[in-house]
């Protein structure tokens, strides 16, 4: 499609939209790159300018990565919720005396490994807390051990965030501490820890974490290495316009300098349980995003990153089927992954997480005009499903996925993997 055929076939909404975004639009259209500035005025446009504003990011996935919607079969195993930082945003984490504080031990680990392997999932994704009194080399330890085990499966962890702390106790370098990590099986990183990437904003919602300019620094030494990464934002609580354009900026430039980066995921910030939404101490936070930010983050995610992060990841965590399902017309073009367990969003109040089936991703995929794939964790197509009569995969035959593989709310309340058990043993040794 020519964009002069665009532009026939949305006169009526081009007819409408404020001068400044038609022209920052037209020159997404002939293929200019917008500035920081031009992202920060769409993200402000006004609520009529957002059909034309999400059309435009439609027409650029299409003419970039065509009508395939690609998801991955994964299992997320978040292996501790003990952390030694109280982020204002996270209500995951516990203190290391609380009831609630749970550590798996490396056998349990496995276990769910092996038990996502035997459902057909390719990929597990570990993150979890900063545990006090662990051993800083045991995130090497635990991908040697899942490697040795279930080695056909790829390991997407850990964040930036644990990689630094990883780092920090053992006294080696970041740079040393990835290459350990991508020797003992590491094959990408989550590009999480990332919220706002302002330091102005991090001071606010999570003091003594991680720097923007060692995010930044982390994320392209593990380029180097050859350990690709994905890329995320947090938003919907204290940021600008502006600070989410700044955040496009600096990813956009990382991937012209390393085109490490895998995809992009913008994940609204849910505050029903969030700590520092009860405490409000926070001036102007707010209750997350609204329906059209959403929108706008994945319409103007796909117009500024279109050329260097092509892949961009709708949310059905955060932000539920249905919205999801329309996050695909504002230039998304992956669904995520089936997760079978999802306890960091679970914890914080969202209402969905604990395992999307692949027959539900197809269907929610076929519904929106588009071809389902399932993919690798670095987007190489494994099966095109063009069809829709093809044999259900094992992940469809659960019947009862809580009773199957647990919730969290049921792990936190485990005696078996209580954290002062496990710290008590370890200030003993």
Known sequence: MTLAHLRNSLESLLSAVTRSTGRILDRALA????????????????????????????????????????YVVNRNINFTNVCVKACGFCAFSRGHLAEEGYFLPVEEVIR?????????ATEVCVQAGLAPGMDGWHYVKLCRAMKETVPELHIHGFSPEEVLYGSTLTGVSVRDYLSALKEAGVGSL??????????????????????????????????????????????????????????????RDIQKRTAGITEFVPLSFVYEEAPM???????????????????????VSRIMLNDWIPNLQVSWVKEGPKLSQIGLMAG???????????????????GHGQLMKPSQLRALIREMGRVPAERSTTYKKLRVLDSEEIPPDPLDEVEDPKERFGSYQELVRLKDYRFRDFYQARKKA
């Open 277 to 299: 939404f009860h405490r409000k101490r926070i001036p102007a936070l707010r209750a997350g995003a609204t329906g059209a930010e959403v929108m706008k983050m994945y319409a």
């Open 190 to 251: 989550p590009g999480t820890s990332a919220e706002i990437l302002v330091d102005e904003v991090r001071e606010k919602i999570s003091p003594g974490r991680i720097s923007t300019a060692a995010w930044v620094e982390l994320i392209q030494t593990a380029h180097e290495l050859g350990i690709p990464t994905t890329s995320t934002i947090m938003y919907g609580h204290v940021e600008s316009s502006y600070h989410k354009a700044v955040h496009l900026g600096i990813l």
């Open 332 to 350: 998304a073009n992956d669904f995520g992954g089936t997760l079978i367990n999802e306890s960091i969003s679970t914890a914080a109040g969202a």
């Open 112 to 120: 769910r490994a092996q038990e996502a392997r035997d459902l057909g």
């Open 31 to 70: 293929g200019e790159e917008i500035a920081i500035e031009e992202a920060a005025q769409l993200f402000d446009a006004p609520g009529a300018d957002l059909p034309v504003i999400t059309a435009v990011a439609d027409h650029l996935r299409k003419k970039t990565v065509g009508n395939v919607v690609t």
